[in-house]
């Protein structure tokens, strides 16, 4: 029997990695979150609601950020895996509120190394972002790009993060991996990203706001295939003198914006009223995932389509929703 500790676990990817994690006989999930406000509340309690009751799974409402109860788990536990995906998430919040980045990006992922050094795990698999390759990388990204210049202060976290594994990784050999992950959607996804905020927006009939004219591109990429790579890079460890690696999660297709919108009008069956704004401050105008390194390590790269994968989202939300 392995333990698996799995933080954010009432987030979107949280969620599903437990849900696939406890879909094996010989797994044991901890799950936890600090259940914030940051979107409603009620949608993370949803998402738990699936969870909750499951052999081999028990939930604690904590917060990352307090290194005694972290440090109070881990002793208590004893965990094979981490995989953290607890974050304060978003690029346009950072521009507002980037003291709530520091506290969950910075000192609560301090918090995971430090638990994960004194308590030694096996593997630390980590949520990292395809924001951290900023406006200057050139497409399709690559994880040896240098990824030093970022346009918003969360991915300037995403980015720390990794440079703060690597030293763990080199001073205390602990194996410590960094998912970059694309623009992810689906059932349970999360209520300030695109695929909800349009969806909504469209059966509501409010406008939906259409960023750089619609000049945009975006990796989506399906949860199911976030999951399944997730669960395969824990199981495949990094070793060597640097036991620390980084991997791109993208569907390695970048779509337009306004084939996404019409995609998304065509699911609701109606046409979304459009407000067309120039570029957010802290965005990039594409992100397009370079996924052979994942496929060598693991066997697997994303390719769920995004019309297939849309249409599975507009019918849960429509479910959810009761519409």
């Not at 406000?37 to 028990?58: C, I, M």
């Amino acid at each position: 029997m392995i333990k698996v500790l799995v933080t954010g676990a009432a987030g979107f990817i949280g969620r599903a990695v437990c849900d696939k994690l406890l879909a094996q006989t010989d797994v044991q999930v901890v799950g936890i979150d600090n259940l914030n406000d940051y979107y409603a509340v009620e949608l993370k309690h949803a998402r738990l609601a699936t969870l909750q009751g499951r052999p081999g799974f028990a939930f604690h409402k904590m917060d990352i950020a307090d290194w005694p109860a972290m440090r109070q788990l881990f002793q208590a536990e004893k965990f094979d895996y981490v995989i953290h995906l607890a974050a304060q998430a978003g690029v346009r919040y950072s521009l507002q509120n980037p003291h709530a980045y520091a506290e969950s990006n910075l000192l609560g992922f301090t918090n995971v190394l430090e638990a994960c050094r004194h308590y030694p795990v096996k593997h630390l698999v980590f949520a990292g972002s395809s924001s951290v390759y900023g406006c200057g990388s050139s497409v399709p990204f690559s994880e040896d790009q240098r990824a030093d210049h970022p346009v918003s202060f969360y991915a300037a976290t995403k980015r720390a993060n990794e440079l703060m594994a690597a030293s763990y990784s080199h001073l205390y050999d602990l194996p410590t991996t960094s998912l970059r992950f694309f623009t992810v959607y689906g059932p349970w996804g999360r209520p300030d990203m695109a695929p909800w905020l349009f969806t909504d927006a469209i059966f509501q009939g409010r406008p939906i706001k259409v960023f750089n004219h619609g000049k945009m591109q975006r990796d989506f990429t399906y949860i199911d295939d976030i999951v399944e790579g997730v669960v395969r890079v824990m199981e495949h460890v990094p070793t060597g003198e640097l036991p620390h690696t980084i991997y791109n999660i993208g569907n390695h297709q970048p779509v337009e914006l306004m084939a996404f919108i019409e995609l998304t009008e065509r699911l609701c069956g109606r046409e979304a009223v459009k407000t067309y704004l120039p570029m957010q401050d802290g965005d990039v105008p594409i992100t397009y995932a370079e996924t052979s390194r994942l496929r060598q390590a693991v066997g697997f790269t994303p390719s769920t389509s995004l019309d297939s994968g849309m249409a599975r989202f507009v019918e849960w939300f429509r479910s959810y929703h009761g519409m």
